[in-house]
């Protein structure tokens, strides 16, 4: 009963862990933790009202993910992604992604693609319903399972890196536009130019999608913050 009892008590920790971890990227995409920003895991941990100790676990996941490093003796600093550094991650998602999707196009069965399909719809109702983790939980799924049916693990390992490093900015401002759901469902899109077996439409609808979602990451890092009555608290810099 005693082991039981401290698996008990791990398996607690750790879902706290996860749940600071949701909470610090929703606070990224909200844009309330500003990139090149250090904030210590006691300084967020008063705010999210929890120990230090989860705080400090899930921000090393992040770390792990390319949205932190750690500062030495001061906490976490919210890694800085150029304009420069996006049209390059952009560049090489493009080089990789766009013929890989013309060969699955030619190579995968029609049910493997339609699988794929509730996790495209998935993206979409999200969008509907302004759940922006939702959003890109599924978006990555989507894309990433996708390039899995190529065969090629590491390909998608490098895909996943990139979209880590990549991460959409000031996503609350695009949805508050309405600017998501259009992208959301060009997944759709995507899916039935696929299934009709025609590999450059499909080379082509891809590549479209990356260049509007290259432009989302320019309308993000360039709307203004929206009123405070219209915002949770920021995260206190520490």
């Known amino acids: 009963m005693g082991e039981l009892k401290h698996r008990s008590l791990i398996t607690a920790q750790e879902r706290l862990r996860d749940q600071v971890a949701h909470q610090l990227r929703a606070a990224l995409i909200a844009g309330e933790l ?3 920003a250090v904030y210590s895991a006691p300084g967020l941990a008063a705010d999210f ?15 792990r ?6 500062v030495r003796n001061k906490g976490f600093r919210i890694t800085e992604v150029s304009e420069r550094d996006l049209d390059q991650y952009t560049e090489i998602r493009a080089l990789i992604e766009v ?39 599924a978006d990555r799924r989507f894309h990433l399972e996708l390039l899995g049916l ?14 880590k490093r990549s991460r959409l900015y000031g996503l609350t401002r695009l949805d508050e536009h309405d600017q998501l759901l259009p992208s959301a469902e060009e997944h759709v899109e995507l ?13 082509a609808c891809m590549a479209r999608h990356l260049g509007h979602v ?5 309308q993000g890092r360039e709307e203004t913050p929206a009123p405070p009555a219209q915002r949770r608290p920021a995260a206190r810099q520490r």
């Open 49 to 63: 009202g929890v120990s230090a100790t989860p705080v400090r676990e899930a921000m090393l996941d992040l770390a």
């Open 150 to 163: 190529s065969g090629n693990d590491r390909l998608v390992e490098t895909v996943g890196d990139l979209r």
């Open 214 to 218: 290259r432009s989302l990451w320019a």
């Open 65 to 70: 993910e390319g949205l932190v490093e750690p």
């Open 191 to 203: 899916l039935d130019v696929m299934l009709t077996g025609d590999a450059a439409a499909a080379e």
């Open 99 to 137: 013929p890989v999707i013309g060969r699955i196009t030619r190579t995968a069965t029609r049910e493997q693609l339609e699988a794929l399909r509730p996790v495209a719809l998935e993206i979409v109702t999200a969008a509907r319903a302004h759940d922006l983790i939702g959003y890109l939980e």
């Open 34 to 36: 500003r990139p090149g």
